[in-house]
């Protein structure tokens, strides 16, 4: 027996959905399809791909090892299946980004768009996620990747996955509290975006939770500036994960293990629902594929 797309796809979304039944809403098919559709693909590979001995499936070892030639398989076939009417398409894309997105993997899905769409000109803004919302409710924008997207009927989300967020300081400020919670803010300058953003309210909220206010604060809307500041000493923050790996790795920043956790937030593409049909279908499917890629974010099914 060969395997099938069908096979593939149930496998895939059943994994980074972390349940069958997300898997057939989002396949637009029965559970029982899905269910169906794995034990085929398990029989035809001679293995278990997932663990249901309890309440969530959850991937075995041999499950997550297969993941990543499933997700190869349905990238090259999404690829081919657009190829010839891919590259006819031209206009412009008015693409929007958060900063975390920008530096981490706009270039990435940029280099994929283009090679999809060679015709196809971009015009890119990038700002923080409040900015990119009431661009797109007003039209100004086609597309965005931002996270908890707030735009109204007439524009279409896609969540994609989990943005993780640490504290971080300079390792001169040496703060040895572990964890890290709120009370050891006290007394520390405080960097992050200026409200209402979805930054600031991770670290009103998280602060809020061991009752410390948000005192000594400074806001702006650079992402970038927010980084050299804490990096210089001169403050601790809630950063992204994705923008933190190189300055962790340079040891230009430490991370702060926090308690409590700081909640992840939600990534989506949001897009002009007016402008949906194939190719806004493919323009979706190639930057989430590509944020997949990279690592990016969370996999969906994986929230804390």
Known sequence: MRITLSQLEAYYWAAKLGSIHAAARHLHVTQPAVSSRIRELENTLDVQLFDRSRQRISLTDTGQAALRHAEAALHSSRQLEHFGKDRKLGGKLRL????????????????????????????????????????????????????????????????????????????????????????????????????????????????????????????TNSLALISRLIGAGHAIGILPVPL????????????????????????????????HGAHI????????DTLTRLNFLVPAQSPA
């Open 96 to 219: 929007g980004a958060d900063e975390c997105s920008a530096n981490v993997g706009l270039t990435a899905v940029i280099a994929q768009l283009k090679e999809h769409y060679p015709s196809l000109a971009l015009e890119m803004t990038v700002d923080v996620g409040s900015v990119l919302n009431r661009m797109l409710n007003a039209g100004e924008l086609d597309m965005a990747l931002l996270t908890n997207p707030a735009t109204s009927e007439a524009v279409s989300d896609v969540f994609i996955g989990w943005m993780p967020f640490h504290w971080v300081a300079s390792p001169s400020l040496r703060i040895s509290a572990d964890p890290f919670q709120p009370e050891h803010a006290r007394g520390h300058h405080i960097a992050t975006h200026s409200p209402p953003s979805t930054l600031y309210t991770v670290v009103e909220d998280w602060l809020a939770t061991g009752g410390v206010d948000m005192t000594g604060l400074s806001t």
């Open 281 to 288: 279908d493919s323009i979706v499917d190639i930057t989430r």
């Open 244 to 275: 933190l790996h190189d300055m962790l790795a340079m040891g230009v920043l430490q991370a702060l293990p926090s308690d409590p956790p700081i909640p992840p937030a939600g990534f989506y593409i949001s897009y002009l629902t007016a402008a």
